[in-house]
């Protein structure tokens, strides 16, 4: 099992940048992909953006070109630097991990919130 603790979010402006940080912990040399999923009032939980151990990455539409997901692997961290924050980005954002397989490694932590204020 993996435990993850995610960090970074806050109230931010429209056009403003946050950085979001995952600390990983527990059976980490299973992971693959490290990553982060999103989840609005009143809607499902999508994934925002994912990268491989070797560094491969992909990004939902609606974030492209705006995010960038990075990976510490010696430490087990992942982060995500969004720039250009639009209100609908406005959700809380969760960490997780997978194998190769593709199945999740971590249960769900608490998130971070993150609200864009037009």
């Known amino acids: 099992q993996v435990q993850v603790v995610e960090s970074g979010g806050c109230l931010v402006q429209a056009g403003g940048s946050l950085r979001l940080s995952c600390a990983a912990s527990g059976s980490i040399s299973s992971i693959n992909a490290m990553g982060w999923f999103r989840q609005a009032p009143g809607k499902q939980r999508d994934l925002v953006a994912r990268?491989?151990?070797?560094?491969?990455?992909y990004y939902a539409e609606s974030v492209k070109g705006r995010f960038t997901i990075s990976r510490d692997n010696a430490n087990n961290m992942v982060y995500l630097q969004m720039n250009s924050l639009k209100p609908e980005d406005t959700a809380v954002y969760y960490c997780y991990c997978s194998n190769n397989a593709g199945r999740h490694l971590s249960s769900w932590g608490q998130g971070t919130q993150v609200t864009v204020s037009s």
């Open positions: 990268i491989t151990t070797a560094g491969s990455t």
